[in-house]
């Protein structure tokens, strides 16, 4: 599985722990940027992370800023991106579970053991098939699609 990461600078140091977390997991690792803790804007990031997944050049992806909320509005205006910022494995799970998220945004402000255990439970957690997920899904692509 190939997974797209990005940060702004708040988020560089927990990125660069990150991408060696996944590659010691067995995960090809895309690194988006940035590329060091001096000061850049986390929406073009979180953009280029937005236009990397939707086209399927990474099959997830991971965002990270100051607060991960920023960087996750980003995603969201990339059309058919569906970002969830979280702060827990339980939301982590069902980010990806209820709500089929492509890319999560967190924190870099977390700590790094926590962050891994969140990271850990959204990429082995499964999409949830059942109608009512789905409905609720094509509920939102049919409004993004107008």
Do not use: W
């Amino acid at each position: 599985m190939r997974i797209a990461i990005a940060s702004d600078h708040r988020g560089y140091e927990m990125k660069q722990e990150l991408k060696k977390y996944l590659k010691n997991q067995n995960y090809e690792v895309l690194d988006l940027g940035t590329t060091s803790k001096e000061p850049v804007d986390y929406p073009k990031y979180g953009i280029l992370l937005g236009e990397t997944i939707k086209e399927k050049k990474a099959d997830l992806g991971i965002a990270i800023c100051g607060t991960g909320i920023g960087i996750s509005i980003a995603c969201n205006k990339v059309k058919g991106i569906i970002c969830a910022k979280v702060s827990n494995k339980k939301e982590a799970r069902l980010a990806k579970e209820h709500n089929h998220a492509n890319i999560i945004a967190l924190s870099g402000e977390m700590s790094k053991f926590k962050t891994k255990q969140i990271i850990k439970t959204y990429l082995t957690s499964k999409e949830n098939k059942q109608e009512k997920y789905i409905k609720r899904i094509n509920q939102i692509k049919e409004y993004e699609n107008g």
